[in-house]
Every structure is written in structure tokens, then in C-alpha cells.
């Protein structure tokens, strides 16, 4: 079966659904003390009936995970964000201020503010996450360097909030399971001989994070999926995997380009 299509992600539910692992969204972890958990994470970047695709199929099993958005135009859709809420799931903002602001901390602060209004017009917004943007010199999160995101209502951002060293964290991001050099912003402060060290070069497909849920060994788990990468059909699949591997090609170039000159 290929991967990254939403009948793998139906597996992989199913494999959770067998363990004895709870899943969660982020608000609720944060706010609560859970011993074995797996915490489902969704950026909502692109391609939003994707992500309305999985967010049935999630509640189909009766399952709450989280789904940030973005507000830019063909994701901040008031229809979407609402339906995502009223089918159990978390809603959160997916805040690239800094990127809007060109890295003027005290403009994102205003336009995170403002964004941040429009999206509690249509959910309750507790947890924001960044978006990450390769090319910018600055990351959208640097502006919590000397502010803090509690000042607008926001109790957890995961970057910051979710201990790396006790939560093994699993991302698609490059639309691949595997730790390689592609990820310019989606990095951890985690320490190196930590769970995320330890399992981050074994996990290569679904297939292998599916076999680790079902091993049950590690204890906490945060899995982040894109939606936009998870696609049925063999058009829309195809599209992505090339669209995919030219960007993972861009992405492997700016990262070594930036260790060449520091």
C-alpha cells in the first residue's frame, strides 16, 4: 500500500485503537495529567479538504486531535475552521507573523493580536503553533524570546510548552517520516541522547511509527501529520510526492548553505 494516503493514516488509527494509548489534543495534555498518550497534531497549510477529510475520519473513531490553521486566504475559511470545531477537535492558530512583519517583533505582536480575534470569531482558541518558513533568516517563535504568548489568552505553544525529553516527537514534515537534513524551521530544543535521538533515525514510513505505537515502549508520543500530504487518489498523490522532493531538494540546499557560512 502506498504511503501517505488517507487509507494509511485510517491504519494508522487503527493501530492506535488496539494499544492501550490514549490520544489527545494539544489543549487537553497541557491541561491535564496523562501517563500513556499519543497527542495528534494537524498544521493546516494548504489544500483544507484534506484537512477536513482527516478531521472526519479522526472523528469517525471517536478520536480529538488539533488543527492549526493559517490565516491566509485559501486556508482561513470561517466554514472550515467551524466544522473542524464542531466535530470534537481542537482549533488552534498557526501564527507566520514574523514573516508577515518582515522580523519587526513589536508588528507581529500587533498582527498576531488581530489574527488571532478573527479566528476566536469562529472557535475557541487556546494553543498556537508556528509556521515555519525556510527561506526567512528569523523563525516565527523568536519573537517569545523577551514576550510572553499567555498575554493573549494562549496557554501552550508546542514548541515551548510539550518536554521533548519526555514526548518522542514524530513529524511528516518533507512528507517523510525520517530525521533527515530537510527541516530548516520544524527543529527541537531536545537533548541529544533523548528519545527523539534515540528513535529519529529508525523511523523511515507509517509503517514504522505504526509498528512503534503498537510495540508500546515508549510511553508519550506527539505526532504531527499535514494533511495536504495525505491523499487517496494517485493524481493528487503524485503531484504532491514530486512537488514534495523538489522542495526537500531546496530545503537540504539552504540548510547546508547556512552551515557553510554560519
Known amino acids: ?4 494516503t ?3 493514516y485510517r491504519e494508522f488509527l487503527e493501530s492506535i485503537r488496539s494499544t492501550g494509548y490514549e ?5 487537553d495534555y497541557l491541561t491535564s495529567s496523562m501517563v500513556k498518550c499519543i497527542i495528534l497534531r494537524h498544521d493546516v497549510d494548504r489544500a483544507v479538504e484534506r484537512n477536513l477529510a482527516m478531521a472526519r475520519l479522526e472523528a469517525e473513531f471517536g478520536i480529538r486531535s488539533t488543527y492549526y490553521f493559517r490565516h491566509v486566504r485559501d486556508v482561513f475559511i470561517p466554514a472550515a475552521i467551524r466544522e473542524v470545531a464542531e466535530l470534537g477537535h481542537e482549533v488552534g492558530f498557526h501564527y507566520e507573523v514574523m514573516d508577515k512583519a518582515k522580523g519587526d517583533v513589536g508588528l507581529a505582536l500587533e498582527i498576531f493580536k488581530e489574527e488571532l480575534e478573527d479566528l476566536r470569531q469562529y472557535a475557541d482558541v487556546t494553543t498556537a503553533c508556528m509556521h515555519g518558513n525556510p527561506l526567512a ?5 523568536d519573537m517569545w524570546q523577551d ?18 525529553s519526555k514526548v518522542l516527537y514524530l513529524t511528516d514534515t518533507g512528507r517523510t517520516w525520517a530525521d533527515r537534513n530537510i527541516r530548516v524551521k520544524d527543529v527541537l530544543e531536545a537533548p541529544d541522547d533523548g528519545l527523539n535521538a534515540r528513535y529519529g533515525k529508525t523511523i523511515k514510513s507509517t509503517n514504522d511509527v505504526i509498528d512503534l505505537i503498537k510495540k508500546e ?4 508520543l506527539c505526532v504531527l501529520a499535514h494533511p ?5 487518489s494517485m ?6 510526492l514530486v512537488m514534495q522532493n523538489v522542495k526537500n531538494v531546496g530545503k537540504a540546499g539552504i540548510i547546508q548553505y547556512r552551515k557553510i557560512t554560519g
Not at 533568516?137 to 517563535?141: D, H, L
Not at 514576550?147 to 521533548?164: A, T, V
Not at 495536504?228 to 487517496?232: M, S
Request: charged letters at 30%; hydrophobic letters at 30%.
Open 1 to 4: 500500500m502506498r504511503d501517505f
Open 6 to 8: 488517507l487509507s494509511k
Open 235 to 240: 493524481t493528487g498523490w503524485t503531484k504532491e
Open 228 to 232: 495536504n500530504r495525505w491523499c487517496d
Open 147 to 164: 514576550h510572553d504568548f499567555r498575554d493573549f489568552g494562549i496557554i501552550g505553544e508546542p514548541y515551548f510548552s510539550i518536554d521533548y
Open 137 to 141: 533568516s528569523w523563525s516565527n517563535r
Open 217 to 220: 515502549e515508549v510511553d508519550q
Open 23 to 27: 490520544t489527545t489534543a494539544v489543549h
